[in-house]
């Protein structure tokens, strides 16, 4: 990436801040993969930055974790040690989302005083920040779901947590392009609004998706393309894909995943072919080809997760892969708005 000496300082506050973001939705995955999210049980914004030090300290949080359903019904035997591991991964996570909130809001105020920004940029930065905000209030309102009556958190709030997530993604690598570039011009679009359409429909899939692994939907049907034997799992009939509770079903939760992907690359091959037709388009062939790409990739590792009954480095790898679909169709929608 070319940096505009003018904006050179602003772009890298917010390639740094994109690389925590990324990082966060990873030890995110990895700690709902871990089944790690529900071993902190007091959300201690800033007493909460120190971690158990002494035996005693950890024998306190231990304690606290011991009061909640998912120890006693599921992890009774579990020891300390096996607690600190489960611990580790959630303070992680706790953790580097204080720190993208320190990082972000200091040097935002900084530029606003030195009159960086313009008032849109300023106006969509703030708001990023509200969203950071929003997010840890978000996080804990998940956790606290799996406290009471729960072995774990709801999937309607882990799905909502990682929307809003890949939501401030977006945003940041929006704002990097526009800083990153003189002009910009919405007015012309080869492509129309097709790749905008196509990304809200990766962000609907990414919500989805976390559902799947809310419910755990990814260690059932361990087959493609068929779900057991047949196309619509082997648990379900037709009239259960009109119950209100159908999001409740993890076979079903699991089969709207695979045919919304489906119908992601049937859509996106639709793109594909407006850009080769369209000689105003030639411009757009290398980011369509990069989107395509890990379009692709996603995909395959999304049967492979599948297959492997949701392993855990799998799962991993496949949300990481949504993070950079998710980054070059944010590119592709910028590059179809500006005129070249």
Known sequence: MIIKNQNKYLVFWLLLITSLVVLMIVVG??????????????????????PPLSYNDWNIAFSLYKKIPEYTIINPTMTVDEFKVIYWWEYAHRLLGRVIGIFYILPLLFFSFKKKFNTKNLVSLYFIFFLICVQGFIGWYMVSSGLSDRTDVSHYRLSIHLTVAFIILVMLVWNILVLNKLQFHSFKKPLSFFPLIFLILILIQISVGALVSGLDAGQIYQSWPLMGNNYIPNDTNLSDFLNIGLFQVPSIVQFIHRNLAYFIFLFFLYIFYLTIINKNAFHLKS????????LLLQIFLGI??????????????????????????TVLIYKNSTIK
């Open 29 to 50: 995955g990895l700690t709902r993969l871990t089944d790690s999210g529900l071993s902190i049980t007091k959300w201690d914004l800033f007493k909460g930055i120190i």
């Open 287 to 294: 980011i369509v080809l990069i989107v395509l790409f890990f």
């Open 304 to 329: 492979l997760t599948i297959l492997s009954g949701a392993q855990i480095i799998l799962a991993s790898i496949h949300q990481i892969g949504s993070i950079f679909l998710v980054i070059s169709s």
